[in-house]
C-alpha cells in the first residue's frame, strides 16, 4: 500500500514538470538564482535602490560638467499621444480639461486631469507592487500595500549609463523583436570605454521612436525590442539599481511561452529592482555623441503616491 501511495504522490510532480517548456523551467532556475529576498532584511522595501549608497551618490556628481540637462520623458498630451499610442494597448489614457473659476475677484484657470499609465505609451517608472510571482511580491510580501512608490518618496539620483544599440551597430534602429543580449551591452561597454557599475541606472536604446518615425506605426505587441532573460544575469552581478528603456524592457514575441514579460517579473519580483518604461531616449543619444559621455547623473523623482503601482515621471540627465 505504501508503494501505490508513493507513485501517485510522484506522478502528478512529473506530469506537471514535462508540462513546461524548457525555456519556462531554466526561467524558473535563473528567479530563485535572482531572488533577493532577505538580502536587506525581511522589511526592506527599496530592494535594488540600496545600492545607491550615499557615496554612490556624491561620485555620481563628478560625471556633471557641461551644466546640461535632459529630459528622457515624453510630453503627456493627447497630441502626443496620438502619435505615440499603439491602438493594440488598452491600457493607457489621458485626459485633460481646463477650468475657468472666479474667486476673490480675480479668473484663475484650474485645471483636471486623469491618466492610466502602464503600459507602452506614457512614460513611467514601476514600483515593486506592480507585479507578483505565484501570490508573492518581492521580498516574500503577501500583499502589495507596502511596497507602494511612496518608498521612492526620497527621489532616485544617481550615476545612469545609456547603452545605445543602434549606435554600436551603425543602425538607425533596432529591428523590432530583436531580443538583446548579455554580449550587446559588453560590446558597447568595450568599444566607448565605459562601465556598468554598482548603484547605476542602466538606460538602454533600442530606437523604438526612430523606426516609428521611419517605417511607421506597428502591433507593438507583436513585435518590440527588449532583454533576452539571461541578461538578468550580468545586471545582477554589476548591481545596478534601475534599469529602463525606450520600450518596455520584455521582447515580443516572448521566449517563454508561460511568460509574457520575463524581465518585468525577474525585476520587480526577484531582485526588486524597479523599471522605467516607454522612455524618450532620443534627445540623450544626440547629446551622448555630442560630448562623446555615456556616463551621466541621473534623477527620477516619482510622485509620493501612497500604495501607488508606480508614478508617470519626467526623468533628468545631467551632464
Do not use: C
Request: proline share 3%; aromatic share 10%; charged share 25%.
Amino acid at each position: 500500500m505504501k508503494k501505490l501511495i508513493l507513485l501517485f504522490g510522484i506522478f502528478p510532480l512529473l506530469v506537471i514538470g514535462q508540462s513546461f517548456s524548457k525555456e519556462k523551467q531554466s526561467f524558473d532556475s535563473l528567479f530563485k538564482k535572482l531572488d533577493n529576498t532577505g538580502k536587506w532584511g525581511l522589511n526592506d522595501r527599496l530592494g535594488t535602490i540600496n545600492y545607491i549608497t550615499n557615496e554612490k551618490v556624491k561620485s555620481s556628481l563628478k560625471f556633471v560638467e557641461k551644466g546640461v540637462s535632459v529630459s528622457l520623458s515624453f510630453k503627456i498630451t493627447e497630441d502626443s499621444l496620438a502619435t505615440n499610442k499603439f491602438n493594440s494597448d488598452k491600457l493607457s489614457s489621458y485626459s485633460h480639461e481646463t477650468n475657468e473659476l472666479n474667486f476673490k475677484g480675480y479668473n484663475w484657470v484650474t485645471d483636471n486631469f486623469s491618466i492610466s499609465y502602464h503600459g507602452h505609451t506614457h512614460s513611467h517608472i514601476d514600483a515593486l507592487n506592480h507585479l507578483s510571482h505565484n501570490g508573492f511580491y518581492y521580498n516574500q510580501q503577501k500583499s502589495p500595500n507596502e511596497l507602494g512608490i511612496e518608498n521612492f518618496k526620497n527621489g532616485i539620483i544617481t550615476k545612469g549609463i545609456l547603452i545605445d544599440l543602434p549606435l554600436l551597430k551603425e543602425k538607425e534602429f533596432i529591428e523590432a523583436g530583436y531580443k538583446i543580449t548579455s554580449q550587446d551591452i559588453i560590446d558597447f561597454e568595450n568599444k566607448f570605454n565605459i562601465e556598468i557599475e554598482r548603484g547605476d541606472i542602466l538606460l538602454i536604446r533600442t530606437g523604438r521612436w526612430k523606426q516609428k518615425e521611419i517605417t511607421g506605426e506597428w502591433n507593438f505587441l507583436v513585435k518590440s525590442t527588449g532583454l533576452h532573460y539571461n541578461v538578468m544575469q550580468l545586471l545582477d552581478k554589476r548591481k545596478i539599481s534601475v534599469l529602463g528603456s525606450d520600450g518596455t524592457n520584455d521582447s515580443n514575441p516572448p521566449l517563454i511561452e508561460e511568460e509574457g514579460s520575463p524581465i518585468h517579473k525577474l525585476s520587480i519580483v526577484a531582485m526588486g529592482m524597479p523599471l522605467l518604461d516607454n522612455l524618450n531616449l532620443e534627445q540623450l543619444s544626440k547629446k551622448a555623441v555630442l560630448f562623446s559621455k555615456w556616463e551621466f547623473v541621473v534623477s527620477v523623482q516619482p510622485l509620493k503616491i501612497d500604495k501607488g503601482t508606480g508614478s508617470p515621471v519626467n526623468v533628468i540627465a545631467l551632464f
